[in-house]
């Protein structure tokens, strides 16, 4: 199973920061890496496919890069309804594999 | 307009088995490439994938569950069933079924609301 590991777990910011957070796998799993948020008792929603490209719907503050084995999620401007939980996913190869998330709270 | 709800048992006993149902609409399971996985969250923790069927009846599980788990689909009621033998507490979390497309990458683009399965 190919195993993608985040970081950091958790991190408290301000409205209006960068935030970065990073996703690594433990094979090349080329651009199959996407990202999901989740709010407190809600559904994981789509945010980023395919490493790089913004679902229909998300806001254009939420960008992905990364290829191969390591990722990033950044959101250029914190703001108040980004907090929440964020995993990444892989897709190169069945069994489907989740990090363990990222937990983005205000400080 | 796509969506996908489950339903089953709320409550189980350890040892019985689990049975979910997604149903589902806007898209076919009989198309190309269209794709529906079962995921589980245990309170507090992470997404875990259980297994998907696709369009073309392939079956995939995970490694760990893999011995317990059974997936089908009724491409004419536009439902996809899971089975889990053997629940244990450690089953407790609540159930997400999502759909994906070979076409989008595998992504999971559409995701049910979710249903709390506690096992005791």
């Known amino acids: 199973d190919i195993q993608m590991t985040q970081s950091p777990s958790f991190l408290s910011a301000f409205v209006g920061d960068r935030v970065t957070i990073t996703c690594r796998a433990s094979?090349?799993?080329?651009?199959?890496l996407h990202w999901y948020q989740q709010k407190p008792g809600r559904a994981p929603q789509l945010l980023i496919y395919s490493a790089s490209s913004l679902q229909t719907g998300a806001p254009s503050r939420f960008s992905g890069s990364g290829s191969g084995t390591h990722f990033t999620l950044t959101i250029s401007s914190l703001q108040p309804e980004d907090f929440a939980t964020y995993y990444c996913q892989q897709s190169y190869n069945t069994p489907l594999t989740f990090g363990q998330g990222t937990k983005v709270e205000i400080k | 307009q796509v969506t996908l709800k489950e339903s089953g048992p709320a409550l189980v006993k350890p040892t019985q088995t689990l049975t979910l149902t997604c149903t589902f609409s806007g898209f076919s399971l009989s198309t190309s490439g269209m794709r529906v996985s079962w995921i589980r969250q245990p309170p507090g923790k992470a997404l875990e994938w259980l297994a998907r069927v696709d369009w073309d009846d392939d079956k995939f599980y995970s490694t760990s569950l893999k011995t317990r788990l059974s997936i089908s689909k009724d491409t004419s009621e536009n439902q996809v069933v899971l089975t889990m033998t053997n629940m244990d507490p450690v089953d407790t979390a609540t159930y997400y079924c999502?759909?994906?497309?070979?076409?989008?990458?595998?992504?999971?683009?559409?995701w049910g609301q979710g249903i709390l399965v506690t096992v005791s």
């Open positions: 999502a759909r994906s497309r070979s076409a989008g990458g595998g992504n999971l683009d559409y």
């Open positions: 094979q090349s799993i080329t651009t199959f």
